[in-house]
């Protein structure tokens, strides 16, 4: 029997998150008989200008809150609400919870968005909104997380039902091979092709690259390569060949497939625990081994020594990298083995019919 679920996004295609949580599952959940309609709080365009200005004007959020509003208000057409996050940013609980009515809901997350909260610099914050969230956890019918350290605050707030969902990759966007253009690293070098060390994420999540800053410029002293930054913006680091490629959804693992070495530097704090470790996945999806942070979920993803390696001195990061950049068939082994764990466990493939499973069974508990 087919059911309805109204997904209420943060985002549209443009925002990570959404487009990863939701989104990616629609036209597998149509294949298990779940009709979909998802509503984003922000929509690209308001979140591009977010990008360009760092900010959203008071008309415009005024008027994502009415949206939002009068979508809540049709909620009995639907089976299941879908909640990335929550429904109504910065507001009191209760009113979030009055106009969600008594309709089962799930809410989902992939960070640490309590801490927006409860670590908020301004007293009055903490003191009105630090557990907002939890509150909302109680009454919901499921929370979906993914990692254990969100899963372990659901649990804490008490909600009656709490599942890990890894963030995942869909395989049909990630062919299992090299471009004829990189298939030299993996045989011959070519001199004039230097290997490429990449990143991929937000022009505000750049500011992590820059405590790789000693480790890539001791690096750059004993080997040659390039650090490619997508999607990050303008990032320099002295004394280190950068190359800056804007970020687009039709090119992103073609950038990443043209690489070597994916890296993930965190630095070690509750918001950090929280983050769900994607770029990793979309390294080992790509065939290329990982070193990382061993920071929250990070320390589970990457095998060290298998399909990368795990660092946090300076010495630790330019000890990894210099084995990875001095070694192909280093490089390919644990390239292979992170592309063969994607396969098992990070791929749509794998996670979308249990997806489908966890939104009949929330649907199924009103």
């Known amino acids: 029997m087919a059911i309805s679920v109204l997904f209420l996004t943060r985002y549209d295609r443009l925002g990570a998150s959404s487009r990863l949580r939701s989104l990616q599952f629609f036209p597998s959940l149509a294949g298990h008989g779940i009709l979909v309609k998802s509503q984003p709080f922000f929509d690209d365009k308001l979140l591009g200008i977010k990008y360009k200005t760092g900010r959203y004007s008071l008309s415009q959020l005024l008027h994502a809150y009415y949206l939002r509003v009068a979508q809540l208000l049709k909620k009995s057409q639907f089976d299941l609400i879908w909640i990335e996050k929550e429904a109504l940013p910065w507001t009191p609980t209760f009113f979030e919870i009055l106009l969600l009515g008594g309709s089962p809901f799930v809410l989902d997350y992939d960070d640490a968005l309590f801490h927006n909260y409860d670590l908020h610099r301004l007293g009055i914050v903490r003191t009105m909104l630090g557990d907002r969230l939890d509150k909302l956890m109680k009454k919901s019918v499921m929370v ?41 690293r993996y045989g011959s070098k070519l001199e004039t092709e230097p290997l490429r060390i990449v990143w991929i994420g937000s022009p505000t999540t750049s500011q992590y690259l820059q405590l790789l800053g000693d480790a890539l410029r001791k690096l750059a002293v004993e080997h040659k390569f390039v650090l490619r930054i997508i999607g990050g913006g303008s990032v320099s680091i002295s004394g280190v060949e950068v190359e800056e490629i804007d970020w687009s959804e039709d090119t992103e693992v073609e950038n990443i497939l043209n690489c070597d070495i994916g ?13 769900c470790g994607y770029k990793l996945i979309q390294y080992m999806a790509c065939g290329l081994p990982v070193v990382a942070s061993g920071v929250g979920v990070n320390s589970e993803i990457v095998r060290g020594g298998e399909n990368g390696f795990l660092a946090a001195t300076t010495e630790e990061w330019v000890d990894a990298l210099s084995k990875l950049l001095q070694s192909s068939d280093l490089r390919f082994r644990m390239g292979t083995k992170g592309r063969q764990r994607v396969e098992q466990e990070y791929c749509l493939q794998k996670i979308g019919p249990h997806v489908a499973r966890l939104l009949r069974t929330a649907a199924g508990k009103h």
């Open 263 to 275: 890296i993930m530097p965190l630095i070690d704090s509750p918001w950090e625990r929280g983050k």
């Open 144 to 184: 979906t997380c993914g990692n254990t350290y969100l899963a372990s605050r659901a649990v804490a707030a008490g909600a009656p039902s709490v599942e890990i969902v890894p963030t995942v990759i869909d395989l049909d966007r990630y062919p299992n091979h090299k471009p004829s253009s990189t298939i030299s």
